[in-house]
């Protein structure tokens, strides 16, 4: 599948947008479809540490287990599904604006589908990540330049 490819400039310092990117507690604020977050092992947002994710879609909750593959702080991140059925992969970079003042955030994003999931990846998920991709970077450019963290 290709990935789906999406950024927004963000009116905020390259390391306050990567701080706040790489708190996976932060996802259901900006993500709508991100229900909750819980840590399952090592410390959130670090290389190797895992966190479950609740996703909602249709009218089900979805757990996948994600996991952080790379950190390059203020640079890049890497994150992988490691199970369930659709497992999703996020590359995310921001580059410097306005000499550091301001940041571009460049999210990629693509799934692998595993039984049921090769089937549901192309018909429901994508297309529903790819229609919500855009509302969610507008969210996460509002929280990020009010400077709070709260919906």
């Avoid at 290709?2 to 706040?20: G, H, K, L, M, T």
């Avoid at 507690?25 to 994710?53: D, F, I, M, N, Y």
């Avoid at 059925?85 to 000499?99: F, K």
């Amino acid at each position: 599948m290709s990935r789906i490819n999406a950024s927004v400039d963000i009116s905020r310092r390259p390391e306050d947008v990567f701080a706040y990117l790489s708190d996976p507690s932060h996802l259901p604020e900006w993500q709508e479809s991100a229900v909750r977050v819980q840590p399952k092992r090592g410390t959130p947002g670090t290389v190797g540490s895992q966190v479950t994710v609740t996703r909602h879609m249709g009218k089900k909750d979805f757990d996948t287990t994600m996991q952080v593959m790379e950190m390059d702080p203020p640079r890049s991140w890497h994150v992988h599904g490691v199970d369930g059925p659709v497992r999703g992969d996020v590359q995310g970079s921001i580059e410097p604006l306005d000499n550091g003042q301001r940041s571009r955030v460049t999210l990629s994003l693509d799934f692998e589908g595993h039984g049921i999931g090769k089937v549901l990846a192309p018909l429901v998920v994508k297309p529903a990540a790819r229609k919500e991709m855009p509302r969610d970077e507008q969210t996460l450019k509002s929280i990020l330049e009010r400077g709070t963290t709260a919906r």
